[in-house]
């Protein structure tokens, strides 16, 4: 899959709406999928080969389109394969030197995720949920669980979360 992926320039993605899993591929070959979702300039996304399928059925497929527009602010999250996918190019290339993961939940509506945040220093939770520089934040080698029922379950190296959308930002305990 990242070998097809090198070959086209064109990335498998699983975006979550509200009630739907819209799955499909991205063009990367200018811009990382972060660097796309975070740009300001643009409000729709284009997707290629998309198929749409209810969250609480994931393997039911209600429609199938060969190019698709989706609208970025009415996306919860992001699920993608391996970690590098979740960065943007600068968090790829060096500024995230000394960094260390710190366990989080959170929630977005009809779904529950769980991972890991990449951060340089201490959190400040306002800060980081509050920052215009990125709508959209990396939770890496994320789980996440359709809230109504439970059985049905995502994984993948990353998960772009929509700070929009989130209900509730936990950080685990720090061991001391």
Known sequence: MAQNMIKTGRMPVDFFTHSYRISGHVDVRRKTLPDILNDPMTGFLQLEDAYISPIIQPGEITATYAASSIAKDNLTLAL?????????????????????????????????????????????????????????????????????????????????????????????????
């Open 80 to 176: 993608v394969a391996t970690r590098d996918e979740a960065l943007s190019r600068d968090q790829s290339y060096g500024s995230y030197a000394g960094s260390y993961l710190r366990k989080v939940f959170l929630t977005v509506p009809s779904l529950e995720v769980v991972g890991y945040l990449r951060l340089s220093a201490r959190v400040d939770m306002r800060r980081l949920l509050t920052s215009d520089t990125e709508k959209f934040i990396p939770v890496l080698d994320g789980r996440v669980q359709a809230s109504i029922r439970q059985e049905v379950v995502f994984t993948g190296g990353g998960v772009l979360v929509n700070k929009l959308h989130i209900g509730a930002f936990c950080l685990e305990e720090e061991d001391q």
